[in-house]
C-alpha cells in the first residue's frame, strides 16, 4: 500500500499507517485464519479454534479519530471516503469515528460481516442515522453499486455477508 500511494501523488493523499483502528490506544492480539496475516483480525468475541483462526500476531492499536485530529487535522475538510473491512468490528470502528464523520459527511464503504447477529446488524444499520442521514447501498459480487438500497435495519438480514457503500444525503 504505501508503495502504491507513492504512485499518484498528486491525485490523492494516502498515508498508510501500520496501526489497527481501536477504541484505545495499545497493544493488541489479533488472529489469523492463514500464516500470511491476510483472514481475521481482532477476534476476542470469537472461539479462535473454531474459527479456524489459530495464527496469531500483535498489533499496535491506535484510536484513529485521536490521531486524526492531532496529526492530519489540516487534511480532515478534504477527507472524502472511508473504507472499513474488519471481520465484523466495522460498527467500533465507525463509531469511534463519530465526530469525524459527522464533521466532513465522507463516502463510507462497509462490511456486514457473516457472523453478526440480528442484533449487531441492526445496530451496523442504526450508527448511519446517528450519523445524520446516509443512505446505504449493497455492494454486489464485483465491488459495484448496485440499485439495492438499504432503507431498514430488516434489509441488513437479507444475506449472510455483504458489502455496502453509505452516500450521505
Do not use: W
Not at 45 to 66: A, D, E, F, P, Y
Not at 89 to 109: A, E, F, G
Not at 139 to 166: C, K, Q, R, W, Y
Request: net charge neutral; with cysteine; glycine share 4%.
Amino acid at each position: 500500500m504505501e508503495r502504491n500511494s507513492q504512485l499518484n501523488k498528486n491525485l490523492a493523499q494516502i498515508i498508510p499507517l501500520c496501526s489497527a483502528a481501536t477504541l484505545e490506544n495499545g497493544t493488541f492480539e489479533f488472529n489469523y485464519s492463514d500464516a500470511s496475516f491476510c483472514n481475521g483480525g481482532f477476534l476476542s468475541k470469537i472461539q479462535t479454534k473454531s474459527h479456524h483462526h489459530s495464527h496469531k500476531l500483535t498489533v499496535k492499536g491506535i484510536n484513529l479519530s485521536t490521531y486524526l485530529n492531532e496529526n492530519m487535522k489540516a487534511y480532515l475538510p478534504k477527507l472524502n471516503f472511508v473504507k472499513v473491512d474488519t471481520e465484523g468490528y466495522d460498527k467500533d470502528v465507525l463509531l469511534s469515528l463519530t465526530h469525524i464523520i459527522k464533521s466532513y459527511r465522507p463516502i463510507i464503504m462497509a462490511e456486514c460481516y457473516k457472523r453478526l447477529t440480528k442484533e449487531e446488524r441492526f445496530s451496523l444499520f442504526n450508527i448511519f442515522e446517528d450519523f445524520g442521514s446516509y443512505k446505504l447501498f449493497k455492494l454486489d459480487d464485483n465491488g459495484h453499486v448496485s440499485t439495492i438500497h438499504i432503507p431498514s435495519g430488516e434489509m441488513m438480514l437479507s444475506e449472510p455477508h455483504f458489502n455496502f457503500i453509505a452516500l450521505p444525503e
